[in-house]
C-alpha cells in the first residue's frame, strides 16, 4: 500500500444546508467537487491518511473570540458551528498525537470575521480560524502561533481579532486592496501597541502568478517565520489566487499552491475562499493534501494548464522584489517603529467603519488599546450598526495582569446599560463571557 510521508488528518463539511444562494460563489459544490476529485485518486486508500467527522462548536467557543449582537445563536447557522467544530477536530487530532499535519476542508469560510459581529460579510460570519486556535489554546495551554493568510483577499476579520497580540503572528499576502474586497491589508496596517509589528501585509498587483508568490514566500515569509519560531503554523488557505478563480484578477497555479504549502510546511491549514468550482479547486485540494502528506504532487495540473499564457509580466516580477524588500525591512526595524509611534502614549485609539457586503450592514467602530507595561492591555471596543444596535465590548487579553483584570470587570459594572442596547465582557483569563 502506498504511504504517506506524514500523518495527515482531513475533515470535511461542506455544509449541505447552507448558501447565500443556490447559485452563488459559496456555495456547498465548492468542497464536492473536490471531493469526488481525491476519491476518484484514492486518497483515501493511502496508508497515514486519516478521515475525521466534525464536532460541533460549543457557543462558548465563539463567545472566547466575538462579539455576537445581539447574541451567538441569533447570527449563526448550524452549518457554521459545525464548520468550526470540524477545524476544532482537526486540530486536535496533531495535538493529541493522532497525526502530524491536518487540513479542515469546511465550509461557511471565515477570515472576514471581525470581533464584532452584525451578519455576514465578505461570504463570513464566524473567523474559522480564531475561533478554533482559541479553543485549542483554552484546553492545551498558551501557543506561539503564526496565522499565514494565503487568500485572495485580505483576511481583515484576522487581523482584527489579532491586532494587539504578539503571540499571534497574522501574515497576509494578497491582491492588493486597492483592486479588490475588502480594501484593506496595506503595510501601514502594522498591529496595535502591544501587538505593533506582528500584523504583516503584502498587497499583490493583478496578474501575480507562481513566481511572485513563491517568491514573496521565500524571501518574506519563511524568513520572518524563522525569526519568529511560531509553536503552531496555520495556513488560512484560500484558493482564490488562482488564475481561472470568477471574482479575482492572479494568476496562481494548482501546482504553485502545492509548492507553496510544501515550503510553508504548515501544521494545519483551514479552507477559506476559492470559487472556481471545477476549474481549479479540485486541483489546488488535491495538491494541497499532497504536499502536507509529503508525497509527489509534481503531476497535478489543470486541463487548460498553460504555461506561457501565464507567465508573469517582467514589470510584476520587479515591482514584487521592491515591495518584498520593502515589508521585510518594516518587520526587522519593528521595535524602532513602535518606539517612535507609541512614545507617551497611555491609550492607543482606532476609528473605522466597516461594511458588510452580503447584509448590507454599515457598522462605525471605535476600539481602545490601553498600553500597559504589565501585559497586552484593556481594551474596549464602542460600535454602532446601521441596524440599530449600539454595543459595548470590553476584552480582558489572556496575559492580563491583576490590575486589567479587576480594571475591565469594574468597567463592565459601572458602564451604564441605558448608555448601549448591548454590553459585554470577555474575560480571557478565567475563560469567562457575561452580557
Request: net charge negative; charged share 25%; glycine share 8%.
Given at each position: ?31 464536492l ?14 496508508d ?41 477536530r ?35 460570519v ?22 499565514v ?20 503572528l ?7 486592496g ?88 504548515p ?11 471545477e ?26 494548464y ?8 517582467m514589470?510584476?516580477?520587479?515591482y ?16 524602532e ?16 467603519q ?16 490601553r ?46 446599560s ?18
Amino acid at each position: 500500500m502506498f504511504k504517506a510521508k506524514n500523518r495527515l488528518g482531513l475533515v470535511f463539511f461542506p455544509a449541505f444546508d447552507w448558501a447565500i444562494s443556490s447559485t452563488h460563489p459559496e456555495r456547498e459544490e465548492r468542497l464536492l467537487y473536490t471531493q469526488d476529485q481525491i476519491f476518484e485518486e484514492g486518497i483515501e486508500d493511502i496508508d497515514g491518511i486519516h478521515f475525521y467527522n466534525p464536532i460541533v462548536a460549543e457557543e462558548r467557543d465563539i463567545e472566547r473570540v466575538h462579539f455576537c449582537v445581539p447574541d451567538v445563536k441569533t447570527r449563526l447557522t448550524k452549518s457554521h458551528f459545525i464548520s468550526v467544530g470540524g477545524a476544532i477536530r482537526a486540530f486536535k487530532s496533531i495535538m493529541d498525537g493522532e497525526v502530524d499535519k491536518a487540513f479542515a476542508l469546511v465550509r461557511p469560510p471565515g477570515h472576514h470575521a471581525h470581533r464584532v459581529v452584525y451578519g455576514d460579510r465578505g461570504f463570513c460570519v464566524v473567523n474559522v480560524e480564531a475561533v478554533m486556535l482559541e479553543k485549542i489554546r483554552q484546553e492545551y495551554g498558551d501557543l506561539r502561533v503564526a496565522i499565514v493568510d494565503t487568500d485572495c483577499h485580505h483576511g481583515d476579520g484576522t487581523q482584527d481579532i489579532y491586532w494587539n497580540d504578539k503571540d499571534t503572528l497574522f501574515i497576509s499576502f494578497h491582491q492588493d486592496g486597492r483592486t479588490l474586497y475588502p480594501g484593506t491589508g496595506f503595510m501601514d496596517e502594522f498591529g496595535g501597541p502591544s501587538g505593533y509589528g506582528y500584523n504583516i501585509n503584502i498587497p499583490l498587483p493583478p496578474g501575480t502568478g507562481n513566481e511572485g508568490f513563491l517568491y514573496v514566500l521565500d524571501n518574506v515569509v519563511l524568513p520572518i517565520l524563522d525569526e519568529y519560531k511560531p509553536d503552531i503554523i496555520i495556513n488560512s488557505a484560500g484558493q482564490d489566487n488562482h488564475y481561472t478563480d470568477p471574482i479575482t484578477n492572479m494568476n496562481f497555479t494548482a501546482k504553485g499552491y502545492a509548492e507553496l504549502n510544501h515550503r510553508l510546511d504548515p501544521d494545519i491549514a483551514v479552507l477559506e475562499g476559492g470559487y472556481s468550482i471545477e476549474g481549479a479547486l479540485p486541483y489546488i485540494n488535491l495538491g494541497i493534501i499532497l504536499a502536507m502528506a509529503g508525497i509527489d504532487y509534481s503531476h497535478v495540473m489543470e486541463p487548460d494548464y498553460d504555461e506561457e499564457k501565464l507567465r508573469q509580466p517582467m514589470d510584476i516580477t520587479e515591482y514584487i522584489k521592491e515591495l518584498s524588500d520593502t515589508v521585510y525591512d518594516r518587520w526587522k526595524n519593528r521595535y524602532e517603529l513602535s518606539r517612535h509611534n507609541l512614545k507617551d502614549t497611555d491609550v492607543v485609539e482606532r476609528s473605522r467603519q466597516i461594511f458588510y457586503d452580503t447584509d448590507r450592514i454599515l457598522e462605525e467602530q471605535t476600539q481602545r488599546f490601553r498600553v500597559c507595561r504589565h501585559c497586552s492591555g484593556l481594551n474596549t471596543v464602542e460600535s454602532r450598526s446601521s441596524t440599530g444596535y449600539n454595543i459595548f465590548g470590553i476584552t480582558i487579553p489572556r496575559d492580563a495582569c491583576s490590575k486589567c483584570i479587576d480594571d475591565g470587570h469594574k468597567l463592565y459594572k459601572n458602564t451604564p446599560s441605558g448608555r448601549y442596547s448591548n454590553i459585554y465582557l470577555q474575560d480571557r483569563v478565567n475563560d469567562e463571557f457575561f452580557k
